[in-house]
C-alpha cells in the first residue's frame, strides 16, 4: 500500500506530491511519524517565512528611524534659532507626544519579542505567528474598508449635493417658464 501526501512549497504557489510506499496502512505508526515529521518542517518554513519578514520590516523601521532621526536634528536645529508661536508650539508638542508614544510602544514590543527566553523552542510560536499575520491581515483589511467607506462617503455627499443643484435647476426654471412646464406635464 501507498500513502500520498501533498505539501505546499513555501513561496510558491505549487504542492509536491509525495508518495510513500507504507507497509501497512495511512493509519500505520511510520505514516504518523512522517505526518508529524513533514508538519515539522512545514511549521519551521512558516517561522522562517515570519522571520524574513521580520527582518524587512526592521530594515524598513531602521530607516524610519533614521529619517526621524534626522526630522528631530532638523527640528532642533530650527528651534534653537528662533522662537515659535504657542498655537505652534502646542501643535509640535501634541505631534511628538504621540509620534513618542507610538515608538514606545513598538520599542515595547519589539523588547518583549526579543527578550522572550526559549522563543525559538516555543511549540506555539507557529501559532502566534499565524496569530499575527492574521491581525496584521485584519488590521489591512480594516482600513481597506475603511478607506472605501470613506469613498463612499465623498460620493453620497456628490450625490446629494448633484440633486440639490438639479432640484435648484428645476425650481429655477419653474420660476422662469412656468406655463411651459405644465403644457410639457399635461403630454406625461
Known amino acids: ?31 504518523l511519524r512522517f505526518y508529524l515529521w513533514i508538519k515539522r518542517l512545514k511549521d ?6 515570519a522571520l524574513w519578514s521580520g527582518l524587512e520590516i526592521l530594515d524598513r523601521g531602521r530607516l524610519w528611524y533614521h529619517q526621524r532621526l534626522e526630522e528631530n536634528r532638523a527640528r532642533w536645529d530650527i528651534e534653537s534659532r528662533i522662537w515659535s508661536s504657542s498655537y505652534q508650539n502646542e501643535l509640535v508638542e501634541a505631534r511628538s507626544c504621540l509620534l513618542r508614544s507610538q515608538i514606545q510602544r513598538v520599542n515595547g514590543s519589539l523588547g518583549s519579542v526579543m527578550s522572550e527566553p526559549n522563543v525559538s523552542r516555543n511549540p506555539w510560536v507557529s501559532d502566534a505567528v499565524a496569530d499575527s499575520d492574521l491581525r496584521w491581515h485584519n488590521t489591512a483589511l480594516t482600513q481597506k474598508v475603511s478607506d472605501k467607506n470613506h469613498q463612499i462617503s465623498l460620493l453620497e455627499l456628490e450625490k446629494d449635493a448633484l440633486l440639490q443643484q438639479l432640484e435648484d435647476l428645476q425650481a429655477a426654471r419653474m420660476h422662469q417658464n412656468p406655463h411651459k412646464l405644465r403644457r410639457r406635464s399635461a403630454f406625461y
Not at 501526501?5 to 509536491?16: E, K
Not at 519551521?44 to 517565512?49: A, G, H, I, M, V
Open 1 to 31: 500500500m501507498r500513502g500520498v501526501m501533498a505539501c505546499r512549497l513555501s513561496g510558491s504557489g505549487s504542492y509536491n506530491v509525495v508518495v510513500i510506499p507504507l507497509r501497512t496502512s495511512l493509519c500505520s505508526l511510520d505514516a
Open 44 to 49: 519551521l518554513e512558516k517561522e522562517k517565512d
